[in-house]
């Protein structure tokens, strides 16, 4: 596989904001890092330069990960994922939960985000946008990636092997940190064969001459730190929709509520522990430094803070202008720029009584003793007081540029730091540092050939003096420094190759390449290393001996952690969603494209807030599968509409169409009616193809207008339904060869007969034709256009290329303009999607993260379209706080559903206002 790098991405993204890979692909860690201060504060950069006028897709989410669906979920559910949630998924908190959160650090949550488990009275009070219930999510404060059990991550950003004496196995504790929370295990795995077969392990020498520590781990046995529960929670400091007080028992690894792409923005940890077992975490979006005492025998609440005077503080150098002796800046909350805050990491002495802490915003490392609350060295700084960004290359040997990783190494008295950008990261060795801003005495870069990029991790090595292993992340590599010449290499089988590659030859079963590995790197007893694999969501153990660099084979690793036969994030299940896709109403059944699955809900207005588990799933074999591959083709669906007269609903997923009955309702794996695949005849002879993300239905005529994201057109299909279909008006392009964004005049020429990467389509209840113009993260148009129903052509056309304009244009000032309206509050930016109420024709339109501010990303036209107005403005904005405003649907009973694309939930508006 070929994997686009960090660098390419940064440099690609930076250059034009809000553009990204259209194609699908597997793709790494990157960043989104071009979102300024003024982005995630309420502003917006409403002129981001243009992506290339020849998009050759639409982007079913900003979030994609692997669209070749080539291994799927075995479908296993351990009964045990389930004991530590409440019986009804209702949101509550367990009454055994470990630990649990501080008595007050519910106090100042937002009433709506509480009501987990409150039955909701359906038809009673006054009309308010407060949602009734919420689909994919057990409460309002949750936005998980599929559903959170023990036994799953999401980002693995670092592993910590806690060596205990022999003959108890090794402690592990993993970063978990798109959950926001850590996994301590008791050991690594079970004994297979030997004379303790069965029995927990991490060394192989546990399980007997005969036996191997390979078995599958017991997860009942797993602890949780951060969060209240093992299943179902993964909220930073309990809500990730607002910037919640910090308490003894969170943690907050993702900058929520701003964080858009919780897929792209991953965080990796070095953590430490000492020689009482007292566990030592970098908190980074709470900027603080927390001790736990041995979670194995306390109750996974910390017992001592540093960086803030308590434990309920959060604000980046305790929210004063400049840092001091008893503050951190470890990652701002409300935004990305400039430093970017991807990893925090911390060492501590043996005994307990000295902090080494990277301190990543300030650019400096501390030293702090841990009896009281001050540094009492620095290093990257001249003092205390300082925090000067040192980030343009050369950098200085006595200045930091966003250190990340620090270890002390004890025997030798060596500090050892990573820091730096890009492919100027580098390994610093400060000997016996004493002095505020002394300088490093060697910098190490990467092996000869290669430059080090992106690296975010460091581990001693305990089996050899002054050895030091490093995760050189965006090479997705792990590299030994002996004094500071690289003798070790794993993941690749030389010191040359570098990103996430193919072709690599193994020594053992499983493919010897860990991606992206970021934060601290485990080491047990016997000199194994187990490292997080960012982009498969697991994390792997290389066993010793390692081959030499350029031996003919690199090492494969021996055991794969929290990995049950899928790369998924978290687990896939009939509760969580992944990014989803559309969302549809459909008689008493709420649908979801969820991916290359559609869950649907029956009764879907009834019951408790958090709606549980779907009822159903199509093109999916169970409610534990991604999709059916030769159902989907490997595409996630991006549409979905549904023609009433005939009992049909259709799902586009780019170059195909698939429509399932819906008589009688849809039930669970029902096989598809048929399924339509491009290229579609043309009226008159010839063919079009077509890669759609839209589609609605004419059901009265069994047309449907169709877009073609890569052709930058619509196109109308007559007879739908039947083998008989076929394309009679195309729109948005001059002739059948013309294929590119605004008429090949590229996205800076708008006008009201063309488009770029149009997206979804819908009538509204005259029979008007909208199309939203434009897809996620700034690319297209930007806009949503309407074209008069009496404008389109008649049934069937005389004209192939009817020269159709539009009429009206919403979230632009006009039909020719680029630029968004500056006032992003009360005006939309980067639409995503529309719906039309039923009998009052209300517009709802909702808006992508990108470019409008947390509270303003749902609008409202009472009347789309008034007499004599081109450029219409909405009448107002629903007062929810979204993060990637998706799909909505109306029922005929008034009730208003909102899909949440990065959130991964649908919330259902029982009584919108009038």
């Not at 529960?229 to 929520?256: F, K, Q």
């Not at 603080?288 to 150098?317: E, H, K, M, T």
């Not at 090479?475 to 030994?480: I, K, T």
Request: glycine content about 10%; charged content about 15%.
């Amino acid at each position: 596989m070929v994997h686009t790098s960090l660098e390419n991405q940064f440099y690609r993204q930076a250059g034009r904001p809000g553009a990204k890979t259209i194609t699908k692909q597997r793709h790494p860690w990157w960043y989104v890092i071009w979102i300024t201060a003024a982005l995630a504060s309420g502003g917006c950069n409403c002129n981001p330069p243009p992506p290339v006028s020849d998009a050759s897709a639409t982007d079913s989410g900003d979030d994609d990960r692997s669209a070749d669906g080539a291994i799927h979920d075995a479908g296993q559910r351990d009964a045990r994922l389930d004991s530590g949630t409440d019986a009804s998924g209702d949101g509550g908190v367990d009454a055994g939960r470990d630990g649990g959160f501080d008595s007050g650090h519910d106090s100042g949550r937002d009433a709506a985000a509480d009501a987990g488990g409150v039955d909701v009275a359906m038809d009673v009070g006054p009309p308010s946008w407060i949602p009734s219930r919420v689909f994919g999510q057990r409460s309002l404060a949750e936005t998980a990636y599929n559903e959170v059990v023990p036994g799953r991550v999401f980002h693995p950003g670092g592993v910590l092997v806690d060596r205990m004496p022999a003959p108890t196995p090794s402690r592990l504790y993993v970063w978990d940190a798109g959950n926001n929370r850590i996994l301590a295990l008791p050991h690594a795995a079970t004994c297979v064969g030997g004379s303790n077969a069965g029995a927990g392990c991490t060394e192989h020498g546990g399980c007997g001459s005969d036996g191997q520590c390979t078995g599958p781990l017991d997860i009942g046995l797993i602890r949780v730190i951060g969060q209240p529960a093992a299943t179902g929670y993964s909220a930073c400091n309990g809500d990730n929709t607002r910037e919640a007080p910090a308490s003894s028992s969170s943690l907050c690894a993702v900058p929520y509520p701003y964080q858009i792409s919780p897929l792209e923005g991953p965080r990796g940890n070095s953590m430490a522990v000492d020689s009482q077992h007292r566990l030592y975490v970098a908190d980074p979006f709470n900027n603080r430094v927390l001790r736990y005492g041995d979670p194995f025998a306390s109750d996974g609440i910390a017992d001592a803070v540093w960086g803030q005077p308590d434990f309920v503080s959060r604000a980046c150098n305790q929210g004063l202008s400049a840092p001091t002796a008893s503050t951190l800046c470890l990652g701002e909350v409300d935004r990305f720029y400039p430093n970017y805050y991807f990893s925090a990491g911390v060492d501590v002495s043996a005994d307990g009584n000295t902090l080494w802490v990277a301190d990543l915003g300030n650019h400096r490392v501390l030293r702090i003793p841990t009896a009281g609350a001050a540094a009492d060295l620095v290093l990257g700084q001249g003092d205390l007081a300082s925090a000067e960004a040192n980030c343009t290359p050369p950098y200085p040997a006595d200045r930091l540029c966003k250190p990340n990783a620090v270890r002390f190494d004890e025997q030798s008295g060596k500090l050892y730091v990573v820091d730096g950008d890009d492919i100027y990261a580098r390994l610093l060795v400060f000997s016996s540092p004493q002095s505020n801003g002394m300088a490093a005495q060697a910098v190490y870069g990467g092996p000869a050939g290669s430059t080090l990029k992106w690296a975010r991790g460091l581990t001693l090595d305990p089996t050899v003096a002054n050895g030091v292993w490093l995760a050189d992340t965006d090479n997705s590599r792990l590299l030994r420094y002996v004094e500071g010449a690289v003798d070790l290499v794993l993941s690749k089988m030389n010191l040359i190759d570098v990103g996430c590659i193919g072709g690599m030859i193994g020594d053992g079963l499983i493919y010897p390449q860990v991606c992206n590995p970021h934060g601290s790197l485990g080491i047990d007893r016997e000199g194994n290393v187990y490292a997080g694999d960012l982009q498969e969501q697991h994390v792997e153990r290389f066993p010793v001996p390692f081959p030499a660099p350029g031996a003919g084979h690199a090492r494969s690793p021996d055991l794969r952690m929290f990995y049950a036969g899928t790369f998924h994030a978290n687990q896939i299940g009939a509760s969580g969603l992944a990014n989803p896709g559309d969302l549809l109403i459909v008689g008493d059944q709420l649908l979801i494209a969820d991916r290359q699955r559609i869950l649907f809900w029956n009764h879907y207005a009834q019951g408790a807030l958090a709606a549980g588990n779907a009822s159903g799933a199509l093109a999916a074999p169970d409610m534990h599968t991604q999709g059916d591959q030769n159902l989907t083709h490997g595409l996630d669906f991006t549409a979905l509409a549904h023609d009433g007269a005939r009992a049909l609903l259709y799902a586009a997923h780019g170059p195909y169409l698939t429509a399932w009955s819906t008589a009688g309702g849809l039930a669970s794996q029902r096989a598809p009616e048929f399924q339509v695949s491009s290229p579609l005849p043309l009226r008159g002879g010839g063919s079009v193809s077509f890669h759609s993300a839209g589609i609605d239905v004419d059901a009265a005529t069994d047309t449907a207008w169709l877009s073609d994201a890569q052709g930058h057109r619509l196109l109308r299909v007559l007879q739908l339904s039947n083998s008989s279909r076929q394309v009679d008006a195309i729109l948005g392009q001059p002739d059948l060869s013309s294929v590119d964004c605004n008429r090949s005049r590229g996205r800076s020429s708008p006008a009201a007969d063309s488009l770029c990467i149009p997206t979804q389509v819908r009538f509204d209840r005259a029979q008007n034709l909208y199309v939203v113009d434009g897809t996620w993260e700034g690319n297209g148009n930007q806009r949503v256009l309407e074209f008069d129903a009496a404008s389109l052509p008649p049934i069937p056309s005389s004209a192939l290329f009817p020269e159709v304009s539009a009429a009206r244009v919403y979230a632009k000032a006009s039909l020719t303009a680029v630029d968004c309206n500056p006032d992003t509050v009360s005006q939309p930016c980067t639409p995503r999607f529309i719906s039309f109420e039923p009998g009052t024709n209300r517009m709802i339109l909702t808006v992508d993260g990108y470019g409008n501010p947390l509270d303003s990303r749902a609008f409202y036209y009472d009347e789309p379209i008034p007499a004599g107005v081109t450029a219409v403005t909405p009448s107002g904005r629903i007062p929810l706080r979204f993060n990637q405003a998706a799909a909505s649907a109306w029922d005929a009973a008034g009730r208003l559903a909102i899909l949440d694309h990065t959130w991964n939930r649908a919330v259902l508006i029982q009584n919108p206002p009038p």
